[in-house]
């Protein structure tokens, strides 16, 4: 049986982003539509979404249950590194002082980074650390 490498991945793809995007957040394609987004006031969560690895089965999760739990960012946006490159480019120039990491969780408020939970902090993780390390920059930037 010979698999085609490439429908899988786009399968693969398609299910990650279905996945994020019924949990709630607005999917930016665009460059014009990150900016848009991340100009909104208020506290703004970007999941940088990925395919990679196990990082990717704990962020997904992560970013769905963590924002139904008390306090959490007034906007929910996603980005899709690797297929969606000048959106996920123009999202990281906000992310001053943090190298590209995929995936991961930015949190803006009024456009401003206030902090990053980047891949090491997800990889190898259980998810309900990711979670925590979520709720945790909630409850002290979404107030």
Not at 83 to 110: H, I, N, W
Request: charged share 20%; proline share 5%; hydrophobic share 35%.
């Amino acid at each position: 049986m010979n698999l085609n490498f490439n429908f899988f991945m786009n399968d693969a793809v398609e299910s990650a982003r279905k996945e994020i995007v019924e949990a709630g957040y607005t999917q930016l394609t665009t460059p014009e539509e990150v900016d848009e987004a991340l100009a909104k006031n208020g506290t703004t969560l970007v999941m940088i979404n990925s395919v990679c690895g196990c990082a990717g089965g704990i962020a997904r999760p992560a970013a769905s249950y963590s924002v139904k739990q008390g306090i959490r960012p007034d906007h929910l946006v996603t980005v899709f590194a690797g297929q969606d490159k000048e959106a996920t480019e123009k999202a990281r120039s906000y992310f001053t002082g943090y190298p590209p990491s995929s995936p991961s969780f930015a949190l803006l408020k009024d456009g401003e980074i206030q902090t990053m939970v980047q891949r090491h902090e997800i990889e190898g993780e259980e998810p309900m650390e990711v979670v925590n390390k979520l709720i945790n920059a909630f409850n002290t930037y979404c107030k």
